[in-house]
């Protein structure tokens, strides 16, 4: 390890945040990272466990500790502690195909499971793999590699998130051609379109997949299998094809007026009018081409984390107020005794998005066990108000399951003239899973043929990420789309050295 005291002498340090007054006045990402020599620091507080929960990427009581690639995270801190940043970039590469986006998305399930952080404070693990990778960029060590041998075998990868990027980049390094179709007008999937660009700055994909580029892989953009491209014409063209659409069902809410107040969309629709709109006019909004909510008394129904994106967005929009509703009852602050480390902590978050609205606004925009009853529109359609109602925790008599349950007489309206619906996602779009013929399991996820298989019941035809597994994270989708490469290479060659 690299120094023994290091987590007794030096107290975590994050990088640093721009003030939430001044963030919202831009699209832009807002840390400003540590100096090498602090980073140094940061890093020499790992103390390489005997056993590192950090990299286990173990699942205890249904949720996941550590990191889900299992990267090799205590050996690179220790060569970022020795200032070896080259070597630690190659350990960190041995695992990890993206460091570049889930050092800058993922939830840090490693940081949740570090031993530091039983008594005190994790490990700066995620900072230090920006620090990593951002060097390795600076400094020629991520530039293209192209594989120097070619298999003959074609690939298609239907969906460019990040199971589909990993899986694409996967089989690239063994030698196989990839060709990755994706349906909308840039590569990325949710990592483009999905997460505001304060906190994936869009250039970071580009750059990515122009290496990918220059490595072999090929990009093929607005086409949309199932719909302007045959499914057919991809399967009988390749020797083998996986689909990684992702879970992209939005879940819908019941509601009265629901259907016929003008106001209301899907947060994934918020999110991608604004990205779209920004990448095409220099980083600058204009009016009438995106979902705007400025001025506007703003709800969002659901309390995770794209819920907290669009509280960013809209802030950043100019919004007149914001409020997001989660049906929940709000989470402990601390630990409770009945959820140990290093079980994921069960505690209430404030990400970026709800502290610029405590400081623009003056108080928390989350509103607990609470959700919207009816919405009511002006005589043109268009939206004005909310009722809310509160919720309550009942048991089904029926099935012994917990719902949460309207209270009578808790109704309260509110004025709201933009509603966004970001209570997750439902599963695989049935036009792509119909026009490959495969079978989907009772959450419309695509089933495969076995619990430890990515193959469908279609020759040939494989899937990963989002479509199999239901919503997820980052993280998740990219080491499924490793595995699922794996388990590709072996069909196609007899064999993986993957």
């Not at 003030?19 to 990402?29: A, D, G, H, T, V």
């Not at 502690?81 to 939830?107: D, I």
């Not at 919207?372 to 268009?382: I, L, P, S």
């Amino acid at each position: 390890m690299g120094k023994p005291t290091g987590f007794l002498e030096y107290e975590r340090k994050e990088a640093s945040a721009v003030s939430p007054l001044c963030r919202i006045k831009n699209f832009n990402e807002f840390h400003t990272p540590l100096s090498k020599e602090e980073q140094q620091k940061q890093a020499a507080r790992c103390m390489e466990c005997g056993v590192p929960f950090c990299q286990a990427g173990m699942t205890i009581k249904g949720m996941t500790s550590g990191c889900p690639l299992n990267n090799l995270i205590p050996e690179w801190n220790d060569l970022v502690y020795q200032g070896n940043y080259e070597m630690a970039y190659r350990r960190l590469h041995k695992t990890s195909n993206f460091p570049e986006f889930t050092c800058r998305v993922c939830p840090a399930l490693c940081e949740k499971a570090c031993t530091c952080g039983l008594n005190g404070d994790a490990v700066s693990t995620k900072e230090n793999e920006m620090a990593i990778i951002e060097y390795a960029y600076a400094n020629g060590l991520a530039d293209a590699k192209p594989p120097k041998v070619r298999t003959g075998k074609r690939v298609a990868v239907i969906g460019s998130g990040p199971a589909g990027l990993a899986v694409a980049d996967q089989l690239n390094r063994r030698g196989h051609s990839v060709t990755v179709y994706e349906r909308n007008d840039k590569v990325g999937g949710l990592l483009r379109y999905g997460i505001p660009n304060m906190k994936l700055e869009k250039q970071i994909i580009d750059r990515k997949v122009k290496i990918m580029e220059q490595e072999g892989v090929s990009f093929i953009v607005n086409a949309n299998v199932g719909d302007n491209v045959k499914a057919n014409d991809v399967v009988s063209k390749y020797d083998a094809v996986i689909l990684c659409c992702g879970s992209s069902n939005p879940r819908d809410i019941a509601a009265t007026g629901r259907k016929e107040a003008k106001g209301i969309h899907f947060a994934v629709d918020f999110l991608t009018s604004t990205t779209k709109c920004l990448w095409a006019n220099n980083m600058q909004l204009v009016d009438g081409e995106y979902i705007s909510a400025k001025g506007k008394d703003v709800i969002i129904i659901g309390g995770g984390d794209t819920g907290n994106d669009c509280v960013g967005t809209a802030i950043r929009h100019g919004c007149k107020s914001v409020i997001q509703l989660e049906m929940m009852p709000k989470a402990p602050d601390v630990r409770a005794e009945s959820n140990p480390w290093p079980q994921w902590p069960l505690v209430c978050k404030t990400d970026y998005g709800q502290q610029e609205a405590i400081v623009k606004f003056g108080h928390d925009p989350r509103v607990y066990t609470t959700t919207v009853k009816e919405f009511k529109t002006d005589k043109n359609g268009n939206l004005k108000s909310a009722v809310l109602v509160s919720l309550e925790s009942q048991v089904d008599k029926k099935t012994g399951r917990k719902m949460m349950v309207p209270v009578d007489g808790t109704e309260k309206e509110v004025p709201c003239q933009l509603c966004l619906i970001a209570a997750g996602f439902l599963g695989s779009q049935d036009y792509v899973t119909k026009a490959f013929k495969v079978d989907v399991d009772g959450r419309t996820n695509v089933a495969s043929v076995n619990a430890n298989s990515f193959a469908t019941n279609v020759k040939k035809v494989f899937t990963a990420g989002d479509m199999h597994t239901g919503q997820s994270l980052v993280v998740k989708a990219i080491r499924q789309g490793r595995d699922c490469a794996r388990e590709v290479d072996e069909y196609l060659m007899g064999y993986s050295n993957l």
